[in-house]
T-cell receptor, first 114, second 111 residues
Framework: GDSVTQMEGPVTLSEEAFLTINCTYT??????LFWYVQYPGEGLQLLLK?????DKGSNKGFEATYRKETTSFHLEKGSVQVSDSAVYFC?????????????FGKGTRLSVIA | KAGVTQTPRYLIKTRGQQVTLSCSPI?????VSWYQQTPGQGLQFLFE???????NKGNFPGRFSGRQFSNSRSEMNVSTLELGDSALYLC??????????FGSGTRLTVV
């Protein structure tokens, strides 16, 4: 079945450092790809998404590019802030129409220190 | 517009009891999905309802059930609670075009 693998955490960075969280997927067809973020005590917030190969999703300084050839969707940010401390989840949906469940990676905890 | 609302936020139940969780989706969203989040298993899909019909189902025992009402509000029920059912239960609604919007979750503790 479909699956998502993301790098194990926790990741600890100093403020203004560069962030990369690796995510690779296994799926039949052409899934939609997502990054969600979860702050302590809260649900998941959609950070960005991409629905086809070579699409770049971006939001709040975060970016990820849908790479079909490497089945990857790595999350990057050029300069992290303390407020970015959270757990980040990579996910896929087999359909673009929103009627197939999300498959999540295990999550990567990011801590940014001042 | 209002987001996805889950009630209650916290619950403590005893083994063997049953529990009902509620989810009100974003207005106009007809799809409601439920996920279980635990430290060991991560985020796992329970089921999805669309227009009062279960459209997708995850790999959970029959103790886990759900339903959706005509106003798209959804409930999930867990019967004969086990300690392992302690988790954060997340509801997500979707219009089908813009992906899923999640609620803040219901944290269930079974003692």
């Amino acid at each position: 079945g479909d699956s998502v693998t993301q790098m194990e955490g926790p990741v600890t960075l100093s403020e203004e450092a560069f962030l990369t969280i690796n995510c690779t997927y296994t799926a039949t067809g052409y899934p939609s790809l997502f990054w969600y973020v979860q702050y302590p005590g809260e649900g998941l917030q959609l950070l960005l998404k991409a629905t086809k190969a070579d699409d770049k999703g971006s939001n709040k300084g975060f970016e990820a590019t849908y790479r079909k050839e490497t089945t990857s969707f790595h999350l990057e940010k050029g300069s992290v802030q303390v407020s970015d401390s959270a757990v980040y989840f990579c996910a896929l949906s087999a359909s673009n129409s929103g009627n197939t469940p999300l498959v999540f990676g295990k999550g990567t905890r990011l801590s940014v220190i001042a | 517009k209002a987001g996805v609302t889950q009630t209650p936020r916290y619950l403590i139940k005893t083994r063997g009891q049953q529990v009902t969780l509620s989810c009100s989706p974003i207005s106009g969203h007809r799809s409601v999905s439920w996920y279980q989040q635990t430290p060991g298993q991560g985020l796992q899909f329970l089921f999805e309802y669309f227009s009062e019909t279960q459209r997708n189902k995850g790999n959970f025992p029959g103790r886990f059930s759900g339903r959706q009402f005509s106003n798209s509000r959804s409930e999930m029920n867990v019967s004969t609670l086990e300690l392992g059912d302690s988790a954060l239960y997340l509801c997500a609604s979707s219009s089908g075009r813009d992906g899923y919007t999640f609620g803040s979750g219901t944290r269930l503790t079974v003692v």
